[in-house]
Each structure stands twice: as structure tokens, then as C-alpha cells.
């Protein structure tokens, strides 16, 4: 059977790009035709590549799944050369029930121990489905620490991964399989989609972008032209001329003269805090001051509605202090005590330093040199202030040691699954994305509108939040559902009825990994 599968994983990774885009039914196994009297965990332990099982409690149930586990796979390094040894890859499953639909959620990034009380993922709470998270190659306890040069941290490898579970796990769980995941996780639903076309009955993406270049421009372009309203916007764009008006000028009541005082004085009284502290918490370099100014715009639209933006961008017509305060310094001061305007949100969580204090998120920024590409920001409307900005010769904040992967930066996949795969493929994808949300930009051009569906959402953020009415209208989300419900008999179950609306379940919020840029 390990042959089998081996061969079958090296068989579809050396298929040409177009055979790529059919979906066959007949290729899917067909439905046992009576469900599993014998325990879920049981069946699991009779799996080959399996390697490792763990029962555990959620702190909270919100849908009553019967029985959970931690379960480590076995995976070859390079599916194509078994001999090249072996790794471990984490996945935690729900399960529920034989007669049950199956949801399989492909994270892009680590899968924390968190992830073991998120439940009520809503789009499989909506369908009383069975649940999987999977945890992406090369991330969290995934890791394959001994290939230093990242060869096989690749799109298709990982695709291979999630096939490798998938068949043992289907005949377990023989009803309908939808992949889905949100941000990267959603690109990742759709590469593993790419390369099995024939393993998902149906693929959720949302918010996901598909970018085929190192320096993708349509995402900031989407920011500086179409996210949120052109009240905001305007106001945005008055923020920017006032904030780099002046760049250059010795004229001490500047912004930027303004925010290199302000840098000093903060970092002096954090530092009375934090004695032990080494470097500053601010820096007051040009740089930092410019490149971090549409990551606070990007990251304001991406992650918070329209009512929360009101609350946490000042206006153009505020005084300096203020400004400065909320775009530059407001995060780490919440953490610490020292920031001084009203503010109804909570303090910023402790993440300004996750990825590169823990280096979990590290992967994520080979991948985008690789294979994912960056997205840039548009500057042209600035340049009677600042001429012509050039490209961030680190756009993914590579180390030193692995900056020549620059070089190796290939978008043939990239271009084929947007040029080709999504606009062709007649499997059954739907495309959620937010108007507000930055990475809209990097949307599908076109899709298969006879198998599949973009819907572009008024309210909506960078998540899936379905059961949230202030990230997903009524008539969205129902838009949503009606499209599984074409090709996912949910309906049909022992354990519950259809739960299209349901107004009964709590909202589950998993807020995507943020495409984290370092303020230095």
C-alpha cells in the first residue's frame, strides 16, 4: 500500500500543468454503502502512516463532536524519492459521525495548541461536519530541520502531503471531503486542489491571494484605490501627503523630526521599565518611518471593519502627536502601559516579535521567495513628495543566509493555477473575498462560473467568520451555503438537520496568521 501511495504522489506531480484542470467523478471512490459501527479512533489506529494517536478533551464543544485527536502522519521528505527519509506532519481530528460530511481545513502556517478548541469552525458547524486541521510542512512540529536549503518546502510536496492523508482518512469517512482555509490556508486549499483535482468534492478559498510575481503591485494598488469607502480613502491619502510632506527638510517642526523625538523619548521610558531590555523598542531611521506607513494602512483594512478603523485611524486634521502616536507607536505602547489616547479596543496582542522570536513563521517568507511571490506597494500618487520609490529589496525579510533564494524565484506554477487552472477547472471551488480587505487585489481574474463562484463581500474582513453578521451579510452567507449544498448532501443526517441558518451556533473566530512585516 506505501508503494502504492508513493507512486501515486510521484505520478501527479510529473502530470502536465493543463490535465491539471478536470475534475472526474467517476475517479472518486464510491460511497461505502453502510457507515462504520466500529470506533472512529480504532479505525484510525489501523492506518499505515500513521505514526503517532493522542485523544483529547476541548476546553469547549460548541457542536458536540464524539470523539478528538492529536495524530501525527508520516510523510516522506520528497514524495518523489521516498529514500530521501521521512518526516512527521500534525493534523487534529474532529469526528462526529460516519454519515457525516468531512471539512478539512489546509493551514498555510504552525497549528498551535489553540487550534484544539476552535470547534465551531463555522463552515463546518453549518454542515455538522466532521473536522481535520492540518499542519503545514516545514511549520511548528512539521518541521524538517534537516533540509537547510529548503528544497522541498514547495507547493507541490505539501499537495502531496495532504493527499497522503487524504486517501487512508476517506475510507474511513466516505462521505463528501470540502477543503478549505482562509489567507495562505485558502492558498494552500487551492494548490492541494491544483494537483488532486479528483480528492475534494468541493474547495472553499477565503481571502486567499494568488500573486505570479516577487513584487506583486495589484494588491496595493487595491488598497490605495478601491478597499473600504472614499471617505476613507481620501482620508488616507491626506495622511500620507501630511506624514511625507517635508521628508529631507531640516525644519524641526517636521513629522518625521517630530517622530524621531517622540522615538527617543519612548524608547527611554520603556527602557526605565525594562532595564534589561538591549536595543530600542523604536527605531528613528527614515526607513522605518516610510515603509511602515502603508503596512499600518494595510494592516487597518485587512483586519478590522469599518467601525473599528473609525476608532483606530486618526484623522488628517488631527495634531502630529497623535497621528504619529496611533500609526506608529500605539501597538507597543497598549503592551506596556505607556499610550496615552482613549482607545475602546483592546491593547494589542504580544505579537510584534512572534515570528521572529520563535522563527515559526519563518517558512512563510522562503515560500514567497520561492514560488508565493510578495505583494508591493503602489507609490506612484506620492511621488511629487518622494519620486520614485524603488522596490524593497527584501520583500519577504529574508535572513542573510538565505537571500539567494531571490534567485531561485520561479512563477510558473503561479501563472499556470491563475492563468489557466482557476479560469478552467471545472471542479467546484468557491472564491470569498472581502471589498475592504487589501488582498482582493490578488483575486482571480476569472473563474469556471458554470462549477464555481466568486463572491466578493460587502461587510467582510481578512477571515471566514460565517456566523459573524458584521463580517458576512445574511444574503452572503446563504450564498455560500446554497453553493456546498449543490454538491454536499448535508442534510441527510442521523445526528442533526441542515443548520443553513444556524442562528444557533456561536461565532468561531480564527483570525488568519498576518502576512507579518518587521518594523525593522
Keep these: 500500500m506505501k508503494k502504492f501511495l508513493m507512486a ?54 460548541y457542536v458536540g463532536f464524539t470523539e478528538c485527536y492529536q495524530v501525527f502522519f508520516n510523510q516522506p521528505v520528497d514524495h518523489e524519492n521516498p529514500s530521501a527519509g521521512m518526516m512527521k ?37 453549518n454542515m455538522d461536519a466532521n473536522l481535520i486541521f492540518v499542519e503545514h510542512r516545514y511549520f511548528g512540529d512539521s518541521k524538517n530541520l534537516s533540509d537547510t536549503r529548503w528544497d522541498y518546502l514547495t507547493i507541490e510536496q505539501a499537495a502531496a502531503d495532504h493527499h497522503a492523508i487524504f486517501e487512508p482518512l476517506k475510507k474511513i469517512l466516505p462521505k463528501e471531503w470540502i477543503s ?35 513584487y506583486y503591485k495589484p494588491v496595493g494598488t487595491y488598497l490605495d484605490n478601491e478597499s473600504g469607502s472614499d471617505a476613507e ?10 506624514l511625507l510632506d517635508g521628508l529631507g527638510e531640516d525644519d524641526k517642526n517636521s513629522l518625521y523630526n517630530t517622530y524621531v523625538q517622540m522615538c527617543k523619548d519612548y524608547n527611554d521610558q520603556l527602557k526605565t521599565l525594562y532595564p534589561e531590555q538591549t536595543g530600542p523598542w523604536f ?7 516610510f515603509w511602515y506607513l502603508p503596512e499600518f494602512f494595510f494592516g487597518q483594512f ?4 469599518a467601525t473599528e478603523r473609525a476608532l483606530n485611524i486618526p484623522s488628517a486634521d488631527a495634531e502630529p502627536e497623535v497621528i504619529l502616536d496611533y500609526i506608529y507607536f500605539r501597538d507597543i505602547l497598549t503592551q506596556n502601559g505607556l499610550w496615552k489616547y482613549n482607545s475602546p479596543l483592546a491593547p494589542a496582542a504580544e505579537e510584534e516579535d512572534y515570528y521572529w522570536k520563535a ?15 510578495q505583494y508591493c506597494h503602489d507609490f506612484s500618487r506620492y511621488e511629487s513628495l518622494i519620486g520614485k520609490v524603488g522596490q524593497n529589496p527584501n520583500p519577504s525579510f529574508l535572513y542573510e543566509q538565505d537571500l539567494w533564494l531571490y534567485d531561485t524565484y520561479d512563477n510558473t506554477r503561479m501563472v499556470d493555477i491563475r492563468e489557466n487552472f482557476i479560469p478552467n477547472t471545472d471542479c467546484p471551488i468557491l472564491f470569498y473575498y472581502a471589498q475592504g480587505d487589501p488582498w482582493t487585489g490578488a483575486r482571480p481574474d476569472k473563474i469556471n462560473e458554470g462549477t464555481s463562484m466568486l463572491l466578493i463581500g460587502e461587510r467582510g474582513i481578512h477571515n471566514q467568520d460565517l456566523n459573524n453578521s458584521e463580517h458576512f451579510s445574511q444574503d452572503d452567507k446563504l450564498q455560500i451555503m446554497d453553493f456546498l449544498a449543490r454538491y454536499v448532501d448535508y442534510e441527510n443526517a442521523t445526528t442533526n438537520a441542515r443548520r443553513r441558518v444556524a ?9 488568519p496568521d498576518r502576512f507579518i512585516i518587521s518594523r525593522r
Design 8 to 61: 501515486a504522489a510521484a505520478l501527479t506531480l510529473t502530470m502536465t500543468m493543463t490535465m491539471l484542470t478536470s475534475c472526474s467523478v467517476e475517479d472518486i471512490p464510491a460511497p461505502v454503502p453502510e457507515p462504520s459501527m466500529t470506533p472512529f479512533g480504532d479505525l484510525l489506529s489501523e492506518v499505515d502512516n500513521i505514526a503517532s494517536i493522542e485523544p483529547f478533551t476541548p476546553d469547549w464543544d
Design 89 to 125: 506532519q500534525k493534523a487534529f481530528l474532529f469526528f462526529k459521525g460516519f454519515d457525516r460530511p468531512t471539512v478539512m481545513y489546509t493551514r498555510g502556517y504552525d497549528l498551535p495548541e489553540t487550534w484544539k478548541n476552535f470547534t465551531g469552525l463555522d463552515i463546518a458547524a
Design 180 to 214: 478549505t482555509g482562509t489567507s495562505k490556508d485558502g492558498m494552500t486549499s487551492l494548490f492541494y486542489r491544483y494537483f488532486y483535482p479528483n480528492d475534494m468534492t468541493v474547495t472553499t478559498v477565503f481571502c486567499s491571494p494568488f500573486m505570479t510575481s516577487l
Design 233 to 242: 480613502r481620501d482620508n488616507m491619502h491626506a495622511l500620507y501627503f501630511k
Design 283 to 289: 527605531y528613528e531611521d527614515l526607513g522605518n518611518y
Design 302 to 305: 485587512s483586519y478590522h471593519t
Design 359 to 373: 522563527n515559526s513563521g519563518y517558512p512563510y517568507y522562503i515560500q514567497t521567495a520561492k514560488q508565493l511571490g
Design 503 to 511: 442562528a444557533d451556533l456561536p461565532t468561531v473566530s480564527i483570525e
